[in-house]
Nanobody
Framework: QVQLVESGGGLVQAGGSLRLSCAASGRTFSISNYRMGWFRQAPGKEREFVATIVWSGSTYYSDLVKGRFTISRDNTKNTVYLQMNSLKSDDTAVYYC????????????WGQGTQVTVSS
């Protein structure tokens, strides 16, 4: 079983920054071996992809956040981060961390989410 716990959300003014954390746990689970992703869901909208980091360390981003957000990981802490800069009101959403254990893009494990609100 894999548990993912997000933290770091909050209220920030447009143009500001936040760093989200996703602490992963599980008997044999190590984030360095799997694809980890960040997703978000705004009110009334479908959940959308934000960023992912794969086992090799390569990263991929949605065009909506490229150049503003950075996904990273600390293998010693089994934690994934999402550094969000130059935040816009459109970034307001619940942000979720997810783990893909198969490498196929099928994220089987999800955190409970953390709210990010950007005021204009």
């Amino acid at each position: 079983q894999v548990q993912l716990v997000e933290s770091g959300g909050g209220l920030v003014q447009a143009g500001g920054s936040l760093r989200l954390s996703c602490a992963a746990s599980g008997r044999t689970f190590s984030i360095s071996n799997y694809r980890m992703g960040w997703f978000r869901q705004a009110p009334g909208k479908e959940r959308e992809f934000v960023a992912t980091i794969v086992w090799s360390g390569s990263t991929y981003y949605s065009d909506l956040v490229k150049g503003r957000f950075t996904i990273s990981r600390d293998n010693t802490k089994n934690t994934v981060y999402l550094q969000m800069n130059s935040l816009k009101s459109d970034d307001t959403a619940v942000y979720y961390c997810a783990a893909d254990l198969t490498g196929t893009g099928g994220y089987a494990y999800w955190g409970q989410g953390t709210q990010v609100t950007v005021s204009s």
